[in-house]
């Protein structure tokens, strides 16, 4: 092996080590009787977080678009543990529904401890040919309505000492072709929420805030989208769900799962072209 490729090994064996260090342990009775808002809680990870918290004996609200859905869900959320589990359909889409599903929820549960951020809506994995109405809607969804809800919450999460869990993608750090205004919402929550971080921190607030960086996940939606593509492994939405929720409490900054979205984080830069062409090459495209 040549030096520089070990010393390359060694750091990033040294660097993922360091993460294991100084991460601290989770205590499941924090979250007994949390109040907690969970988006995107009708299917997929969500669903999952949802499962979580009510095991641990939280107060949820869960919301989504289906209602019929939801009301699943949270019956199962009580029969799990939950201490309270109710549901508000809600289009992230609308200017309106972001802060009615955060007032609804401070309402209902007399604050708020924990803001889980993770609803997208759907878009199609095919190279961009030029559908703006798609993207603004898209950025809508995936983005502002994260902004307004995040900034809605933030008197009562300051009051409460609490959290803002924002679900992101390793696609919020490195581009792939075929999903351009899905890979542009998560750059921009990586960015808004990373300079809202540094203003939190200046302001002396009380409210922790968490970026989840994913890889691929085992959800029905996303299988759906790269079944015939990608020979990337799907990690199980359920262990995804159960790291976000330890994270989130422990008030950490960021999230890496599976592990080797850390990887590729820390070593994205090291050769641009060499990435970019590894990337282009996984997906076996032909030209037509
Ligand atoms: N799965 C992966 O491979 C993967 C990888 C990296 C990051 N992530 C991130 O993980 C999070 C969850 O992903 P997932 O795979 O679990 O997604 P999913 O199964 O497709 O779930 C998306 C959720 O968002 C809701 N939703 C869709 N459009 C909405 C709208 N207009 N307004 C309100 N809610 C809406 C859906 O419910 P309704 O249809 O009922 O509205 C559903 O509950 C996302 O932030 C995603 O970017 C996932
Ligand atoms: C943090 O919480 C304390 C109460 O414990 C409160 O007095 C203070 O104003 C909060 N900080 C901010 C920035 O709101």
Known sequence: MKTLT???????AAALLAVKWNAPTFNPESLRG????????????????????????A???????????LHQVTEKCLSMGAQKALYIAADMSSDSDPERVVNFAVDHLGGLDHLVLNHIGSSP???????????????????????????KALPSLEQSKGSVVVVSSILGKLTSPFVAPYTSTK?????????????????????????????????ESAMEKVKDVSHVPAYPASEAALNIIKTGATRQRELFY?????????IRDFSPDARDYMIQKSYGYKKA
């Open 6 to 12: 070990k010393v390359l090994l060694a750091s990033v």
């Open 34 to 57: 949390a109040r907690v808002l969970v988006t995107g809680a009708s299917s997929g990870i969500g669903e999952q977080m949802a499962y979580h918290y009510a095991k641990f004996g």
């Open 59 to 69: 107060q949820i609200v869960i919301t989504a678009r289906r209602e019929k859905v």
């Open 125 to 151: 994995f095919s190279m961009w040919e030029g559908d703006v109405q798609h993207l603004q809607w898209l950025m809508k969804v995936n983005f502002l309505s994260y902004a307004q809800m995040a900034w």
């Open 187 to 219: 750059f921009a929550l990586n960015g808004f929420f990373g300079a809202l971080k540094h203003e939190l921190t200046m302001k002396n607030s009380n409210v922790s805030i968490t970026t989840c960086t994913l890889g691929l996940i085992d959800t």
């Open 258 to 266: 599976p592990w080797y979205t850390y990887i590729v984080a820390l």
